[in-house]
């Protein structure tokens, strides 16, 4: 009997105990069902949670600033001494976050693997005017992030020229026609410094930034020497003192080798500073998913183990009531490997044929209660950009082939039985 014989065969043996198979294909049926829902549950919120990172910076960014006196303390011990010494050369903002001093910006700038060191500066401008003189109320977004917002026209502002991006939602509000025409204009931001005087600023619109899930893309985003033109504007006025004092809340630093970004956060320890990527921020919360989404594939395994058992069941059965008939098999000279093939084929058919409706209908079921709740009028609409399921190809082949395994070693036991009879016993059976 040929390889394609013994597949023909199993699928016509399947069929026998019509009613027996489709229990056991429906046990498998929910394993395959639940486990597609769950994975594909943990992928559609994954890809949720990349798409929000894109919006919050470039890999290569380390965020760097210097953590509290309190932030240092373990959280299980009692209050920690003071130390007038260790208080006086420590630069404190705004809740006791500790502020990185223009020394430590160098000292970050001299690391190993660190390109370039941009300390992040608060600008508060009055208004935004565009060409015809109207004015707005503007915040500005950080030039570190220009790199990674999705541009509908333009690009990034350069790093040493005065220029600015605006959002989609802005180009009708300045008197351009669409995005394409508004780059190359021109706006004025209005700036009022510590003695109350107020100047204008002119800006070249580089670029116009769509609108992304972390809503990063929504303000103007400066150029970093037209931000720290504003920002001197700013403090004019100011003693000098008071203007060192200020200090930087966070500096981002540049380390386009991925591979060195773990030696640049050890030597920022050394020097009493934090570095982190947005990954490592944003990393608790893609382990929690994970972990959540993890402990329900478990449910669905245990499901699967139990159809199992129902496969071992049926197929024990059916060695049963064909002994005669696997006693002929071997008398006419049928191998006890391919009596094995045989029944370890049912199996396996068994399987797929369960899991493969049970994909089927768990990637329907999860896009349209998907399409339902995010949709247009869902309970989660408001969520922009929210994706509940995502369909994996790979993943779902992957479900498919486990499924297959574990039915094939299921459906081992009774095929090895089928395989040891003994052909004359199995012609005398009743």
Do not use: C
């Not at 070249?204 to 001197?232: A, H, K």
């Not at 159809?307 to 049928?334: D, H």
């Amino acid at each position: 009997m040929k390889s394609t014989d013994v597949v023909t065969t199993a699928l016509g043996n399947t069929m026998r105990s019509k009613a027996r198979t489709i229990l056991t294909v429906i046990a498998i049926f929910i394993g395959a069902f639940t486990l597609t829902l769950t994975s594909g549950l943990g992928v559609g919120i994954n890809t949720y949670i990349d798409r929000l990172v894109q919006g919050f910076g470039d890999q290569q960014q380390l965020y760097v600033q210097k953590p509290s006196q309190q932030s240092n303390q373990p959280t299980d011990a009692g209050p920690q001494e003071y130390d007038p010494e260790e208080a006086a050369g420590a630069r404190e903002g705004n809740f006791g976050l500790q502020m990185l001093s223009t020394s430590e910006i160098d000292e970050i700038r001299d690391i190993d693997g660190v390109e370039s060191v941009e300390p992040l500066v608060a600008v508060s401008p009055t208004y935004l005017a565009d060409e015809s003189g109207d004015q707005y109320i503007v915040s500005l977004g950080l030039p570190s992030d220009a790199s990674s917002l999705e541009y509908a026209a333009g690009e990034a502002p350069q790093r040493d020229a005065d220029e600015i991006t605006i959002p989609t939602t802005w180009v009708e509000s300045l008197g351009y026609d669409n995005a394409e025409d508004a780059v190359g204009g021109t706006v004025n931001i209005g700036m009022t410094n510590a003695t109350g005087e107020s100047q204008e600023f002119e800006a070249t619109i580089s670029g116009v930034t769509e609108i992304m899930l972390s809503n990063q893309g929504s303000q103007p985003t400066p150029s970093t020497s037209f931000t720290d033109r504003l920002y001197e504007y700013q403090n004019e006025g100011l003693p000098e003192q008071a203007v060192e004092s200020q200090g930087y809340a966070m500096a981002v630093a540049d380390v386009p080798n991925l591979d060195q970004q773990d030696s640049v956060k050890a030597a920022l320890r050394e020097e009493g500073m934090v570095g982190m990527t947005v990954e490592d921020q944003i990393g608790l919360l893609r382990g929690i998913i994970n972990t959540v989404t993890w402990v329900l594939n478990g449910f669905a395994l245990i499901a699967l183990l139990a159809a199992a058992f129902g496969i071992v069941n049926t197929l024990l059965m059916s060695v049963q009531e064909r002994t005669r008939e696997i006693g002929l098999m071997k008398a006419l000279g049928m191998s006890p490997g391919k009596i094995f093939g045989l029944f370890s084929s049912e199996a396996v058919l068994i399987g797929f044929i369960g899991s493969v409706i049970g994909v089927g209908v768990g990637v329907v079921a999860g896009t349209v209660a998907n399409a339902l709740l995010t949709g247009e009028g869902g309970a989660l609409a408001n969520v922009a950009g929210l994706t509940l399921y995502g369909i994996a190809p790979l993943q779902l082949v992957g479900i498919i082939l486990l499924i297959m395994l574990i039915a094939f070693i299921a459906g081992t036991l009774p095929a090895a039985r089928a395989a040891r009879k003994d052909p004359i016993d199995a012609l005398r059976h009743e």
